[in-house]
């Protein structure tokens, strides 16, 4: 049931209903966070390939071509779906995320982590990275389950969300990441807290089978993603400087050496 809810909350973000607080102007915020010289970085210690789709919401458009009969029928094919979408759901995302670990592919959520923590340290701070299991709840009360921050440390708890979906049944399974991220101080006060997304049109699986079977260039996809969102990940918490650029364009380079 807990992995159904995750699961569910993934498909909120992907339908634009994450909430979020007030920010304070960005010249405060940015200031506030540039003056943290140590920072622990807590990640998903494992990876969720979310697959997920609108079930038969493309048929019941169609059902009036087909009559009465076929308006019944279409019917009762969406009240079918709607039924079966959460556990169908669950049952891919587990089956797709599986067939990727067992790929031996490079963990998505790990790879985010450390392209983040380097950028961190580019900009001269100290950064520990912690692995911890996935963050539950809404983007105001980002914590780990267990999670102990370490004395003298700020915390950057970030949440890594990586989804395939497709609209309804006719239409083609795409890649969509989103990264939420919540900066602490030592005293554990919120200084920043966001999400950033990246909704990208490629590589498209027109089928779930295709999604399964070519999982590597499915995984490819959202690591894409990530490195897309990685800048403003990091900009949006200490503004634009001479450090972020020259890291962007570092991590962007070795992003596309790793896809070969």
Known sequence: MKALVSLLAAAALLAG????????????????ARSISKIELVYNDQDQLTVMDGGGSAIIGWAGVF????????????????VTKASRMERRTLEFTAAVKNSGAASLNRQFAEQLAARL?????EVKLTPAPRVDGELAQLHAAGFQ???????LVVRVTTIYSAPDMTSSFKPFVAI??????????????????????????????GLLQD???AQDGLRQGLSKILHPAYAGMFGEDESSRLASAEVTRTAGLEAK
């Not at 994450?18 to 506030?32: G, M």
């Not at 340290?121 to 701070?125: D, L």
């Not at 921050?149 to 915390?155: M, V």
């Open 17 to 32: 209903c994450a909430t979020s607080t007030p920010e304070p102007a960005p010249q405060v915020r940015h200031d506030a």
């Open 67 to 82: 009559g009465p009969v076929g308006s019944l029928v279409a019917l009762g094919v969406e009240v079918g779906t709607r």
């Open 121 to 125: 340290r580019t900009g001269g701070r």
């Open 149 to 155: 921050p370490t004395p003298g440390y700020s915390t």
């Open 180 to 209: 939420e991220q919540s900066l602490k101080n030592e005293q554990q006060a919120v200084l920043y807290q966001t999400t950033h997304t990246s909704d990208l049109e490629e590589p498209a699986f027109l089928a779930y089978d």
């Open 215 to 217: 999982n590597a260039k």
